[in-house]
């Protein structure tokens, strides 16, 4: 099992930038492919970015590709979503998760994003 707590959120203006962080506790972080989730008020979860255990994929929605970068850093046990160029449809809440047997299994408690206009 694997402990997971978001940080980093918070209100921006249209254009700027913030970086997320989810830090993981408990199993082997390494071991595990992670991801970004976000649900805006009103709205199912979506899927945002995910990366492989070691760093070396990574993959992205349409709607953040080009802006975001998601990585990992499995000495810290630390994964990062580096948002750039954030519009006012960005904002959401914002999950990291733990793919365990071939779906998201842990999640963290989720931090808040709010891009103004």
């Known amino acids: 099992q694997v402990q997971l707590v978001e940080s980093g959120g918070g209100l921006v203006q249209a254009g700027g930038s913030l970086r997320l962080s989810c830090a993981a506790s408990g199993r082997t972080f390494s071991t595990y492919a992670m991801g970004w989730f976000r649900q805006a008020p009103g709205k199912e979860r979506e899927f945002v970015a995910a990366i492989n255990w070691s760093g070396s994929s990574t993959f992205y929605s349409d709607s953040v590709r080009g802006r975001f970068t998601i990585s990992r850093d499995n000495a810290k046990n630390t994964e990062y979503l580096q948002m750039n160029s954030l519009k006012p449809e960005d904002t959401a809440v914002y999950y990291c998760?733990?793919?365990?047997?071939?779906?998201?299994?842990?999640w963290g408690q989720g931090t808040q994003v709010t891009v103004s206009s």
């Open positions: 998760a733990a793919k365990a047997g071939g779906s998201y299994k842990y």
